[in-house]
């Protein structure tokens, strides 16, 4: 594993990003652009950073990857597959061309996300370029890291707005032995009751969906785990190509459910869809609308033209969140506001990272 | 840590100025908190002069122990006006003296913020105040099947708050994750008393995700007083192997074949064989004294599954050239093999005056270099150093063995140290794997930071904690620190073009 490895699209970007702060002119940062519907609107000049791309270094038995920034989600899966690995995290892609850093950028989890952790989880470490064209490494390659302040996992999510994640490292895992699906006919509260049931008890509860009267489960771990789980929770057995299928649409939002959010997105411009991040032993949430719960309980989808308001005050009461997930109509702001002093260190943050506000100005709150 | 002052006149001056401000500290703080939660003479502030590091002591300005959160939010207020730096402690057992007092600061002892506010099986949280021990948490979560993951060696009395300033890890965390993958919440004051909370009860927050910042941030960013942790269900069972190899080189292969077959053992540890001695002379645990190294390797789960991954680590050993493995067969006899290793730092403590833990992590593949590398540096040092590791992730623990009443000594123990971890930075690692960088390791941030890199590190505190009076001078070592040190920055990850050579 080399110590650096050099790229010379990197230059370029450094000149640009003094050129701009020193004018102040916002910069729109672009992968692959499949998740450009997510977030406050863009704005800026475009700026492409897929010609930063490639796997720097790959050791299946030290259990970790480097990525640069564009490299595509589709080839960083693959070289992890060839050798049995995976990001057991299921990052969505929402198109081709996924990149690594859009992965990093927008910090979206898919269904195993309350098992195994999230993006922040498997980040190691992180090189980006600050506003001041000054290119930094945080972090490292290595699981036990307590060197300085942990920057490269506050990358996750950030949604670019601190500076241009050039490469990631990331933490990988072997894929799982065995994986069985399992589905249940159940009310919506009889589902979040048994989810917490199983969740309490040592069993290799992977994933979880509920959604118009049907639980399903996917278990995964090791062969004699995962059979003597599916004795002892029951349900009927999913054909392995329906479950795959099932779990990819969840994944990747082109299942049933959220084919009809989109729909009705387009068709009504009141309508929004909303993840709702929650304790996950909430109660069911009257709210109006269509929900499907994921990670047992801690996930919510809603499509619904309830009005904003309303929505995140019955989220907070519970002691959560509300993301404006896909809207034509994203007024009240895509994520919820903050209270100070959370308000005051986003900013302060920003400054100290981006003290010109050129990187991706107001995508995730209107001041940052 | 003090520059010698130029002359005793000038000492005493300084003493006057420090009593000075003392008086009026005292007299703005008294009228915050009850008489007793305030201390100031020098019988009664002993105790706080040093963590768990103890070569390094200094006596704090005045320690003051509040009991309520009104009581913590009123004092930052009064610090922060007085511009008083504050030094948040748990219960002193940090490596790295992250605690070690500010000769004109007040140390904030937050051992009465003791209690288990909630917990909920349900949910399978806890949310404790920040003086709460680790192992408290697990001991309470018991009845209810739960424990709390992470198990830093000092878990019967390190506190939460501790290990979430500090981002601790354990013997398990290769499986269960570090102090950040197991808490959802964290809550205090800024350094003007304003109150906080990162995270939450959902596994996200609206915003920036803060948390990774503040856990592990040292006492820099703000003070933790209540923090919520994930519970997990109890494994039903656990078994551990005893692997023996006659070669470092074989038994650091054995480790990268394990993960390499796509196991993530509970526990994966090694010890060298003075390590091993030293430790079998403590607890008389059966340990293989001819052994090279010795692994203990860990499965937990239903009793399938950890008897499927049993057999499949025994395979993978015993290709790997084990000489001897010896399989636990119950549980007494399970924390036998661990009470070896549990006991490294006290066993060292018994065949030498004093030793110095060191904390560095580098890829589990150059375990063997760097065991070679230190070989070399004790004859070149002419100081003796056993090893453990948490192999699994890659993290050592060397203990170089000293005399502390010998200067000279403890000089060179130092530089052994700081020799073990510009190493581990060159074979691509890091200084702390779980230790922290307290005052310890300050001047080997400056060879795994550049100075752009530290400097940004700085203007994130400043992000938090725009007067700087939070634990100043810990974690992140300043410029001129880093140039008057004179090592050289060890480059690392993605380069625009070559470096040019310096000389």
Redesign the interface.
């Known amino acids: 594993m080399s110590m650096t490895s050099i790229d010379a699209a990197l230059a370029p970007l450094i000149a640009r990003i003094r050129n701009a702060s020193e004018s102040r002119t916002p910069l729109d940062i672009r992968g692959g652009g499949t998740k450009r519907f997510y977030g406050e609107a863009a704005q800026g000049e475009a700026f492409d950073v897929t010609g930063l791309s490639g796997i720097s270094s790959y050791e299946p038995t030290e259990l970790v990857v480097t990525a640069r920034c564009g490299t595509t989600l589709d080839e960083l899966e693959a070289t992890l597959a060839e050798k049995g690995q995976c990001l057991p995290f299921e990052p969505p892609h929402f198109g081709r061309g996924a990149t690594v850093g859009g992965m990093v950028a927008a910090g979206l989890a898919g269904p195993s996300r309350a098992a195994v952790g999230g993006v922040r989880d498997y980040l190691l470490g992180a090189s980006l370029l600050n506003g001041r064209g000054e290119l930094l490494s945080f972090g490292g390659q290595v699981m036990k890291n307590v060197a300085g302040y942990d920057v490269s996992r506050v990358l996750a999510g950030s949604l670019g707005t601190l500076g241009v994640i050039c490469e990631v490292s990331l933490k990988v895992l072997p894929m799982a032995s065995a994986t069985a699906t399992l589905r249940f006919e159940i009310d919506e509260a009889q589902a979040l009751q048994q989810l917490a049931v199983w969740s309490a008890q040592p069993l290799p509860l992977n994933a979880s969906a509920w959604w118009a009267g049907m639980l399903v489960i996917r278990l995964r771990g090791a062969l004699a785990a995962v059979n003597a789980a599916r004795v002892a929770m029951g349900g009927e057995r999913v054909d392995d190509a329906d479950a795959n299928a099932f779990w990819h649409g969840l994944r990747e939002h082109d299942d049933e459910y959220f084919a009809a959010a989109h729909r009705a997105i387009e068709s009504e411009r009141a309508m929004r869809l909303w993840r709702l991040s929650v304790p996950a032993t909430t109660p069911l949430l009257a709210l109006a609308g269509e929900q499907l719960i994921e990670w047992s309980g801690a996930q919510r989808w809603l499509y619904s033209a309830a009005p904003v308001n309303r929505v995140r005050e019955e989220v907070a009461r519970a002691g959560g969140h509300a993301t404006i997930f896909r809207a034509s109509d994203k007024r009240g702001g895509v994520f919820a506001p903050l209270k100070s002093p959370l308000d005051r260190i986003h900013r302060e943050l920003k400054k100290a990272f981006d003290p010109a506000g050129v990187f991706n100005r107001g995508r995730l709150y209107p001041d940052l | 840590m003090n520059a010698a002052l130029p002359t005793e006149n000038a000492t005493a001056l300084r003493r006057s100025e420090i009593a000075a401000r003392r008086a009026e500290v005292v007299a703005e703080l008294s009228t915050l908190l009850p008489p007793h939660a305030l201390l100031w003479q020098r019988e009664d502030t002993v105790p706080y002069e040093c963590d768990g590091l103890t070569a390094y002591r200094q006596q704090p300005l005045v320690v003051a122990l509040p009991e309520t959160d009104a009581q913590v939010a009123a004092l930052l207020r009064a610090c922060h006006r007085l511009k008083v730096p504050v030094v948040a402690r748990g219960a002193g057992t940090g490596l790295s003296g992250g605690a070690l007092p500010h000769e004109l600061g007040v140390t904030l002892s937050l051992a009465k913020f003791n209690r288990i506010l909630k917990l909920?099986?349900?949910?399978?949280?806890a949310s404790v105040q920040c003086g709460v021990r680790n192992l408290a948490i697990s001991e309470a979560a018991a009845p209810?099947?739960?424990f709390y993951a992470p198990d830093p060696s000092s878990q019967i009395a390190c506190t939460i708050g501790g290990n979430v300033a500090?981002?601790s890890?354990g013997v398990h965390?290769?499986k269960y994750?570090?102090t950040?993958?197991n808490v959802l919440r964290v809550k205090g004051y800024?350094i003007d008393g304003?109150a906080?909370?990162f995270g939450?009860?959902?596994?996200?927050?609206?915003?920036?995700?803060?948390l990774?910042?503040v856990?592990?941030?040292e006492g820099m960013l703000c003070v933790i007083t209540e923090v919520s942790v994930k519970l997990l269900?109890?494994?039903?069972t656990a078994r551990c192997i005893m692997a023996s190899f006659d070669d470092i080189r074989k038994a650091g292969d054995a480790v990268?074949?394990i993960?390499?077959a796509?196991?993530?053992p509970a526990g994966l540890e090694m010890m060298d064989r003075p390590m091993t001695a030293a430790v079998e002379d403590f607890v008389h645990a059966g340990y293989d004294l001819d052994a090279a190294a010795i692994l203990l390797c860990e499965s937990d789960?239903?009793a399938?599954?950890v008897?499927?991954?049993i057999g499949r680590m025994l395979d993978v050993l015993t290709a790997s050239g084990a000489t001897r493995v010896e399989v636990s067969r119950d549980e007494a006899q399970r924390l036998k093999f661990w009470s070896g290793r549990k006991n490294a730092f006290p066993a060292s403590g018994r065949i030498s005056p004093d030793y110095m833990c060191m904390d560095s992590?580098?890829?589990?593949?150059r375990l063997a270099d760097i065991l070679l590398a230190i070989q070399q540096m004790e004859s070149r040092y002419g100081l003796r150093c056993v090893n453990v590791f948490?192999a699994g992730?890659?993290?050592l623990h060397p203990l170089i063995l000293f005399d502390a009443n010998d200067a000279d000594q403890l000089h060179r123990a130092e530089q052994f140290g700081a020799e073990i971890l510009e190493t581990s930075v060159?074979l691509?690692?890091?200084?702390?794997?779980?230790?922290?960088?307290g005052v310890e390791?300050l001047g080997s941030?400056c060879v795994?930071?550049?100075s752009?890199?530290?400097e940004?590190?700085h203007?994130?505190?400043?992000?938090?904690d725009?007067s700087e009076l939070l634990n100043p001078g810990k974690?992140?070592p300043t410029l001129q620190r880093c140039a008057e040190g004179g090592k050289m920055h060890?480059?690392?990850?993605?380069?625009?073009?070559?470096?040019l050579p310096r000389f």
């Not at chain 2, 909920?120 to 949280?125: I, L, M, N, P, S």
């Not at chain 2, 203007?459 to 938090?464: Q, S």
Request: net charge negative.
């Open positions: 909920d099986a349900a949910a399978r949280t209810h099947g739960l500090e981002n890890g965390c290769l994750g570090l950040l993958h800024m304003e906080v909370e939450g009860e959902a596994l996200d927050a609206a915003g920036l995700d803060l990774p910042l856990v592990g941030s269900p109890l494994p039903q990268a074949n993960i390499g796509g196991i993530i789960g239903t399938e599954e008897d499927e991954e992590t580098i890829p589990r593949k948490h992730d890659g993290n060159k691509g690692g890091t200084v702390t794997g779980e230790h922290g960088v390791k941030m795994q930071f550049s752009e890199e530290r940004q590190m203007a994130v505190k400043r992000a938090f725009a974690a992140i060890v480059r690392r990850g993605l380069l625009p073009f070559a470096d």
